[in-house]
């Protein structure tokens, strides 16, 4: 599940560029020791999807690439996902568990079909938040994902980004919500 070395000295992951700044290591071998740890104990809680989806790294030179950590956490974090689903399901049975989630997107829905510039809250106009007509083009996408199950994966979810501008959403609220449909879509496997 976790990708490590064979031997504690070799690499997890190729570094960056030279002139290119990437994850310090340090933190990320910490990190996917614990998240091996973790998953290998097989103890619901100690370690969850949104938290492996919410870990940052400082940026330093002489760090691993961006991209391949990135990947990796993603794939980790889809084991957990699987992994809180099955419990789910044995604490909470099929009915209560597909409920839950069916309330969670609905939620999620709710917001992400609101009409065109008025999805998330502002920020003031001296202020750069998300670029407002790039963020309504994902949300309606995403929309149709809940409505009507178009294609979209949490990969691509995971890899938006977004222009900033003045008087923009509000970044906090917008990451919310991506969150919210990954943990959506990892629950639904």
Not at 58 to 76: F, H, K
Not at 80 to 100: I, P, Q, T, Y
Not at 109 to 122: A, K, S, V
Not at 142 to 170: I, K, S, W
């Amino acid at each position: 599940m976790v990708e490590t070395a064979a031997s504690s000295s070799a690499p997890m992951f190729v570094d960056a560029p030279a002139r290119a700044r990437g994850y310090e290591k340090r933190a990320v071998d910490v990190f996917f020791a614990k998240a091996r740890a973790a998953f290998e104990a097989d103890e619901p809680g100690t370690l969850r999807a949104a938290e492996v989806r919410g870990i940052a790294f400082p940026l330093v030179r002489g760090g691993y690439a961006v991209g391949p950590v990135d990947a990796a956490l993603g794939r980790i974090e889809d084991a957990f996902a699987a992994r809180e689903r099955e419990h789910a399901l044995s604490r909470l049975g099929a009915r209560a568990w597909v409920a839950e989630t069916r309330d969670t997107a609905q939620i999620v829905l709710d917001r992400l079909t609101r009409p065109r510039g008025q999805r998330f809250d502002r920020v003031g106009i001296l202020h750069y938040g998300y670029r407002v007509d790039e963020v309504d083009v994902v949300a309606d996408r995403l929309a149709a994902y809940l409505a009507t199950g178009d294609p979209v994966t949490p990969e691509q979810v995971r890899a938006v980004a977004f222009r900033m501008q003045r008087g923009g959403y509000r970044e906090t609220q917008v990451d919310a919500v991506l969150d919210a449909v990954i943990e959506v879509m990892l629950a639904v496997g």
